[in-house]
């Protein structure tokens, strides 16, 4: 998997009514998501268990149900989970044969990943579902060679930013993210001083950034 011009992995989430109509939007939106954080071979399976597990709130909670999508890297996995307001109605796999239905969405969510279930709260439960990666290091990021030489970079700017890059707390993140800024902001600084089109060096850089990050994962 290249990686060399994905958006950080940060965890996002939505709240939405549980509806039939809402689902396509949502599929729409996780591949979105997956495509910009280098999982685009991950879109099927993670949106067929995501469509499985909102449908599951819609038949088993009722339509319009209040319900929120969570998205996250955990470890070298994708995360999906489903919070909605009802702990009684539990999703159950359910051993089918032959024609039957009921029980293969479950079935084939638990064939698909690494692992499911479901955390009861006070207030809701959250069925969760993870999916194998790519992804080689436990913070959710990959060997490759760019992003090895840019934090490379960014630790001479820094020496006290954390040895993992972005980092796992929001100050990290914030401080990660102000120094890499710095690094941009010197070398069109520099771009400048030396004769150059400081604007155009920069929308060069961008174009070539979409097109590597949109690059159709081989």
């Known amino acids: 998997m290249d990686c060399g011009g994905c958006m950080p992995r940060r965890p996002w989430d939505l709240s939405f009514s549980a509806e ?3 689902v396509s939007a949502l599929r729409r939106l996780l591949r979105t998501h997956l495509r910009l ?3 685009a071979e991950l879109t099927e399976s993670a949106q067929l268990c995501m469509s499985e597990l909102v449908s599951n709130v819609i038949t088993h909670v009722g339509p319009g149900t209040p319900t929120t999508l969570a998205v996250s890297v955990n470890g070298t996995c994708l995360r999906i989970e489903v919070h909605d307001p009802d ?8 051993e089918s044969t032959g ?3 009921a029980g293969r969405g479950m079935a084939l969510v638990a064939s698909m990943s690494e692992r499911w ?5 006070p207030d809701r439960k959250i069925t969760w579902v993870e999916l194998a990666s790519g992804l080689t290091e436990g913070n959710g990021h990959t ?6 030489r840019a934090t490379s970079c960014l630790h001479l700017y820094n020496a006290d930013l954390p040895a993992e890059l972005p980092g796992s707390s929001r100050l990290s993140v914030i401080a990660t993210e102000k120094v890499a800024i710095d690094v ?3 070398l069109l600084h520099w771009l400048r001083a030396h004769g ?21 994962a081989r």
């Open 20 to 22: 039939p109509a809402e």
């Open 37 to 39: 954080w280098g999982l």
């Open 87 to 94: 702990t009684r109605a539990l999703p159950r796999l359910i």
């Open 99 to 101: 024609d039957a239905e």
């Open 117 to 121: 279930g479901v955390q009861l709260l």
């Open 143 to 148: 060997k490759d060679v760019r992003v090895s």
């Open 184 to 186: 941009i902001a010197d």
């Open 196 to 216: 150059y089109d400081a604007d155009e060096a920069l929308d060069r850089a961008q174009t070539q950034f979409e097109a590597e990050t949109l690059r159709p």
